[in-house]
Every structure is written in C-alpha cells, then in structure tokens.
C-alpha cells in the first residue's frame, strides 16, 4: 500500500507532466502530425508522382518502345502474333522490356503512399458519420485536461489505435474523440512557455484542421472568450488555459509573462485561415471578432513593456486576415439583420 501510495504521489508530481519538458513535447506533436494527418507516409507524396513522371521521361527507350509495338502490330495484322492466342506485355525480360523495373517498383510505392494520404481524410469522415447527429451532441468524452500525464496519454493512444484491438473497437466513435482531444492537446501546446514549441504545434494545428475541419466551429467561441478576458470558469476547455485568471497572475519580477505568453498562442490561432474562415461565415461570429479586437487595448496594457509591441502585431495579424477575406453575407433571417445592425452601431459608437 505504501509503495502504491508513493508511485501515485510520483504520478502527480509536475516533473511528469506532458508539459514540463520542451523535448516530449515536440515528439507528442510529431506524433500527432502522423496520427492526425500523414499516418505514415512521406511528406507530400504527391508530389513526388511528378519525379517519378520525369524520370519514366529519362529513362524509358523510346527507340525499343517504336520498334517493339510495329512488329507487335505487324504480327497482329499477318495473325502470327501468337500460336495460342496469349497477349504478351512488354514488361518482360524476355519480351522487349521498356519500362526499367525499378520505376514499376517506385510507381507501386506511390500508389501505395496515396492510397494512405486518402485514408487520413476519409477516415476521419467515416468515423463522424459513424459517431451520428445524436451522439455529436450529448455523451462526448473529453481526452484531454489540463493535468494530463505522460503515463495517461500513453495509456489513451494504446487503448484508442492499438493495433491489437477488434476492428469493432478500433472505429468506435471513442476514437474520434481521440483524435479531437489530441487537437486539443495541439491547442494547449501552442500556448506553451516555449517559443519553439508553440511554434511546432501551430504548423501541426494548421496541417490537422485540413483533416479535421468540423472541430473548429466549436472552437471558435472559447478562442474569442479568451482575447475578451470573459473564460473566468473556462480553464482548460478546448486545451486553453484561462486568460482571465492568468490577467491576475505575477512573476517574481511583478510580471504577467505567462499571460503573455497564452495571448500569443491564442492569437497565433485565430489567425489560421481556416479559423478566419469559419470566423466570417456568420454575422455572430463577425460581431464577436469585433467587439474582441476593439475592446483589446485593456488588455495590451496588462502585459509586460516589452511584449505590448509583439501583441499589437499579433492582434495586426488577425485584423489583416478579416480584412483581407470580407464579403458580404446574405442577411435573410431578421436575427441576422440585427446583428449586423449592432455590429454596425458599435463601430460607429
């Protein structure tokens, strides 16, 4: 009983959280980028049908292809082609050999890696419709938390992909939730202390959402609710830590560095254009974007000197995609209409 109590005391000790080393964190998003996206195959594969297209140009003999296909046809025409009425391709050694075995080799390898790269966009559109209209509302689990351990993310991928379990299991909707909590997991790390490890999981959350797009719908609202410091109860939703909670939060030096450090990630985020996108889809998102960057300049004033210049860039970076990507909507529902006239009000105030 006692060493049970101290293996669990060791469990919740912060040196093992997925957070406190910089180096596990960059594998848990390399790991992501091949579960989420990739799922084992080279990085853009296709592409290299183009080189394989250019090296079937240098190296095929042209000259045996010519001569080989008129004797082909001229035996064809006298009806001496074949005794038995067999069909000889001309992929043989035996047989006037055109096409080098080694491109017909490299070529089945990229029909392969295409056949996986497809995989990791229609899987995730199976297992949603697999999940259903009813389930996508109630009975969602939750992978990821703020306390999440090494221990238990090992123990989550074993149980969700482990190659050893029923197919039944494997396609469950329990996966799906997997993979969004993963996503989550990618939110949480792009807010992280380290520059470079904000940086590695952003590219990934850009690269994931071409996968996984539905996710940020739901997203949306936590992201706003952050840059307006309105997530007092929210810590931890959607991997984001609490901003409003971290405003009050000082270092040692009397500094909100970590404050800082959250606003960047989030910003970073928002900035995806797949997040713009989704953001200009409706008259409530447009109306909650602007109230956010407008109401911004309290929040800029809680941050440190030296990071008020960087923030302003950040904030520049969201405004310069919503500009860049308006249109006009079609304002059919009177409840649209509203909006968009207090949107309007609200600027001009």
């Known amino acids: 009983a006692e060493m049970k109590k101290k293996e669990s005391l060791d469990r919740q000790t912060p040196t093992n959280s997925v957070s406190s080393d910089a180096k596990i964190c960059k594998e848990l998003t390399e790991i992501s980028l091949i579960l989420l996206t990739r799922r084992?195959?080279?990085?853009?594969?296709?592409?290299?049908?183009?080189?394989?297209?250019?090296?079937?140009?240098?190296?095929?003999?042209?000259?045996?292809?010519?001569?080989?296909?008129?004797?082909?046809?001229?035996?064809?025409?006298?009806?001496?082609?074949?005794?038995?009425?067999?069909?000889?391709?001309?992929?043989?050694?035996?047989?006037?050999?055109?096409?080098?075995?080694?491109?017909?080799?490299?070529?089945?390898?990229?029909?392969?890696?295409?056949?996986?790269?497809?995989?990791?966009?229609?899987?995730?559109?199976?297992l949603r419709r697999r999940r259903g209209r009813a389930q996508q509302q109630c009975n969602r689990k939750k992978m990821f938390t703020m306390e999440t351990s090494i221990h238990d993310f090992g123990t989550v991928l074993k149980n969700s992909f482990g190659v050893s379990l029923p197919m039944e299991t494997m396609i469950d909707s329990s996966s799906l939730d997997a993979y969004e909590g993963m996503i989550d997991g990618l939110f949480s790390m792009s807010c992280h202390t380290n520059a470079r490890v904000r940086s590695s999981a952003l590219g990934v959350v850009d690269y994931a959402l071409?996968?996984?797009?539905?996710?940020?719908?739901?997203?949306?609202?936590?992201?706003?609710?952050?840059?307006?410091?309105?997530?007092?109860d929210k810590k931890g939703d959607s991997g984001i830590p609490s901003c409003a909670q971290l405003s009050r939060q000082v270092d040692a030096q009397g500094k909100r560095k970590r404050f800082a450090e959250v606003l960047k990630g989030v910003c970073s985020i928002l900035a995806i254009p797949r997040i713009i996108k989704e953001l200009m889809s409706s008259e409530r998102n447009r109306l909650s974007l602007t109230q956010s960057l407008c109401g911004t300049q309290v929040l800029i004033s809680l941050l440190p000197d030296e990071d008020m210049q960087k923030m302003v860039?950040?904030?520049?970076?969201?405004?310069?995609?919503?500009?860049?990507?308006?249109?006009?909507?079609?304002?059919?529902?009177?409840?649209?209409?509203?909006?968009?006239?207090?949107?309007?009000?609200?600027?001009?105030?």
């Not at 950040?314 to 529902?333: A, D, E, H, M, N």
């Open 210 to 232: 071409t996968r996984f797009g539905w996710v940020v719908r739901e997203r949306v609202p936590r992201l706003l609710s952050a840059i307006s410091l309105q997530d007092e």
């Open 40 to 126: 084992g195959v080279s990085f853009r594969c296709q592409d290299a049908k183009s080189i394989w297209s250019a090296q079937k140009q240098i190296l095929t003999d042209y000259v045996l292809t010519a001569e080989s296909g008129y004797l082909a046809s001229a035996l064809q025409r006298a009806g001496a082609y074949s005794d038995n009425d067999n069909a000889f391709y001309k992929d043989g050694e035996n047989g006037g050999k055109t096409l080098p075995r080694r491109l017909l080799v490299a070529r089945i390898d990229l029909f392969h890696q295409s056949l996986q790269r497809h995989a990791s966009f229609e899987v995730p559109r199976m």
């Open 313 to 349: 860039h950040y904030f520049q970076g969201i405004f310069s995609q919503f500009r860049s990507k308006f249109y006009s909507l079609p304002r059919i529902t009177t409840e649209e209409q509203r909006v968009h006239e207090s949107c309007i009000l609200f600027l001009l105030d």
